[in-house]
């Protein structure tokens, strides 16, 4: 098969990792990729979110199967394009991409179907959003109802604090158009996890669980970031509580979209919070989770590229035989633990520089994986491009023998005014 995987960031390195690995695969095409994948497939210069060139490519290359890994062109309708075009493509078409795309329209949703999540109000008016926050005695959220990079929540355990965080958004536009509406919500207390569910339409398959990290700083300090770094499996998933998942949250999700009339295939990621009420839904996301996917993928040793491909097809159950439960059948994964440390540029999540050269890079193995994200080559030289530069994944037969082999090479990877976390997995 011709692959063709859309996006530049570690999420699709990951991906295109992974999709490498596979008999099935001939040749594998990335729209724009970055310096990591260009030592997999072919990258393809150009814009992630121009479907037009998107679909260029997919006919030029005789494409079999296009793989979308951002959310901007999910939200855009890239799928929808391909779908109307007569093209095979993994990903969401843009009503059922609006679970990520707009916060208020998920909130409505489960809400309406009560699907366990926090309590909240949305606003587009800022005297409004400011008379309610002001009644609050309590810790709140602010988020930006669209679009916003993984930054766009403002954890707030002061009222004033959230009053500002409502006037960037709603009035000097911090956000732009992603934070012309803002929803309001309660600060849930637990643990955080993420869980990915595969989804054809009909039949569900869960990926191993994962916890992300945040907070920029250690001890989850600093600002919300688009991640810091990842484990998997995550010890907060148990039988219980994936049972309680799946009766509560996942099954009344699809459920409540079919009566919507909305059609669901590709990613379904559900960002969860374990309190002591039980597990309820921080946030959902549309396509592969970043960085999540940097830990999780490596531990998969099935055939990533027979799964999507069975999921576009409506084969996803005879591909993984999902009939004996959530995450059993033919689908084999790696016991051992994951690790992702991600290194980001100097500023992130605000202003950063680019060029920077990047030194100290080791030779991939099959437990020590470099993923690339904001980079590029110059020259002779791979640069930094972005704000997370990297994402550096070490397997270990326990979580703590991953922590030293991955904080061991990230000490020798060296940028000018990198920065990562030096707590995760501890």
Same mark, same amino acid.
């Given at each position: 098969?011709?692959?063709?995987?859309?996006?530049?960031?570690?999420?699709? &390195?990951?991906?295109?990792?992974?999709?490498?690995?596979?008999?099935?695969?001939?040749?594998?095409?990335?729209?724009?990729?970055?310096?990591?994948?260009?030592?997999?497939?072919?990258?393809?210069?150009?814009?992630?979110?121009?479907?037009?060139?998107?679909?260029?490519?997919?006919?030029?290359?005789?494409?079999?199967? *296009?793989?979308?890994?951002?959310? %901007?062109?999910?939200?855009?309708?890239?799928? %929808?394009?391909?779908?109307?075009?007569?093209?095979?493509?993994?990903? !969401?078409?843009?009503?059922?991409?609006?679970?990520?795309?707009?916060?208020?329209?998920?909130?409505?949703?489960?809400?309406?179907?009560?699907?366990?999540?926090?309590?909240?109000?949305?606003?587009?008016?800022?005297?409004?959003?400011?008379?309610?926050?002001?009644?609050?005695?309590?810790?709140?959220?602010?988020?930006?109802?669209?679009?916003?990079?993984?930054?766009?929540?403002?954890?707030?355990?002061?009222?004033?604090?959230?009053?500002?965080?409502?006037?960037?958004?709603?009035?000097?536009?911090?956000?732009?158009?992603?934070?012309?509406?803002?929803?309001?919500?309660?600060?849930?207390?637990?643990?955080?996890?993420?869980?990915?569910?595969?989804?054809?339409?009909?039949?569900?398959?869960?990926?191993?669980?994962?916890?992300? &990290?945040?907070?920029?700083?250690?001890?989850?300090?600093? !600002?919300?970031?688009?991640?810091?770094?990842?484990?998997?499996?995550?010890?907060?998933?148990?039988? %219980?509580?994936?049972?309680?998942?799946?009766?509560?949250?996942?099954?009344?999700?699809?459920?409540?979209?079919?009566?919507?009339?909305? &059609?669901?295939?590709?990613?379904?990621?559900?960002?969860?919070?374990?309190?002591?009420?039980?597990?309820?839904?921080?946030?959902?996301?549309?396509?592969?989770?970043?960085?999540?996917?940097?830990?999780?993928?490596?531990?998969?040793?099935?055939?990533?590229?027979?799964?999507?491909?069975?999921?576009?097809?409506?084969?996803?159950?005879?591909?993984?035989?999902?009939?004996?439960?959530?995450?059993?059948?033919?689908?084999?994964?790696?016991?051992?633990?994951?690790?992702?440390?991600?290194?980001?540029?100097?500023?992130?999540?605000?202003?950063?520089?680019?060029?920077?050269?990047?030194?100290?890079?080791?030779?991939? *193995?099959?437990?020590?994986?470099?993923?690339?994200?904001?980079?590029?080559?110059?020259?002779?030289?791979?640069?930094?491009?972005?704000?997370?530069?990297?994402?550096?994944?070490?397997?270990?037969?326990?979580?703590?023998?991953?922590?030293?082999?991955?904080?061991?090479?990230?000490?020798?990877? &060296?940028?000018?005014?990198?920065?990562?976390?030096?707590?995760?997995?501890?």
């Amino acid at each position: 098969m011709n692959v063709l995987v859309i996006g530049s960031g570690g999420r699709e &390195h990951a991906l295109c990792y992974c999709l490498a690995r596979s008999a099935k695969l001939d040749k594998l095409f990335i729209l724009p990729g970055n310096a990591g994948t260009a030592g997999i497939g072919t990258n393809i210069p150009g814009d992630a979110d121009d479907i037009d060139l998107a679909l260029s490519v997919a006919r030029q290359e005789s494409i079999d199967l *296009t793989i979308i890994g951002p959310e %901007d062109p999910l939200a855009a309708g890239m799928a %929808d394009a391909f779908e109307a075009a007569g093209l095979r493509v993994f990903g !969401p078409r843009a009503e059922a991409a609006r679970l990520e795309a707009d916060k208020a329209f998920a909130k409505q949703l489960m809400r309406q179907y009560v699907i366990p999540t926090a309590e909240a109000r949305t606003f587009t008016d800022y005297p409004a959003a400011r008379e309610y926050i002001a009644t609050r005695d309590e810790p709140v959220v602010v988020k930006a109802s669209g679009l916003a990079k993984g930054k766009g929540v403002i954890v707030c355990n002061d009222p004033s604090d959230a009053i500002l965080a409502a006037e960037d958004m709603l009035v000097k536009r911090t956000f732009g158009e992603a934070g012309a509406r803002i929803v309001v919500e309660e600060k849930l207390l637990g643990q955080e996890a993420s869980l990915l569910a595969i989804v054809d339409g009909h039949t569900t398959y869960l990926l191993e669980p994962a916890q992300d &990290h945040k907070r920029l700083s250690d001890n989850d300090q600093g !600002p919300n970031t688009g991640g810091m770094g990842s484990f998997s499996p995550s010890p907060l998933v148990e039988a %219980d509580a994936l049972q309680k998942i799946q009766a509560q949250i996942l099954v009344p999700t699809l459920d409540a979209l079919v009566h919507e009339g909305i &059609h669901y295939r590709g990613i379904l990621y559900l960002g969860l919070m374990f309190t002591t009420a039980g597990p309820k839904v921080l946030e959902f996301n549309c396509r592969f989770g970043d960085p999540e996917t940097q830990a999780i993928l490596p531990r998969l040793r099935s055939d990533l590229l027979e799964l999507l491909d069975a999921t576009v097809d409506g084969r996803l159950e005879e591909a993984c035989n999902v009939a004996a439960g959530p995450r059993t059948g033919r689908v084999e994964w790696d016991p051992r633990h994951a690790l992702c440390v991600v290194m980001a540029s100097g500023g992130y999540p605000g202003k950063y520089p680019t060029g920077l050269p990047i030194t100290g890079l080791p030779e991939n *193995t099959d437990d020590l994986i470099v993923f690339h994200a904001g980079t590029k080559r110059a020259g002779d030289q791979i640069v930094t491009s972005g704000g997370r530069v990297l994402g550096v994944t070490a397997l270990g037969e326990t979580l703590a023998d991953a922590r030293r082999r991955v904080y061991d090479v990230v000490e020798q990877i &060296h940028f000018e005014g990198a920065h990562y976390r030096t707590d995760l997995g501890s």
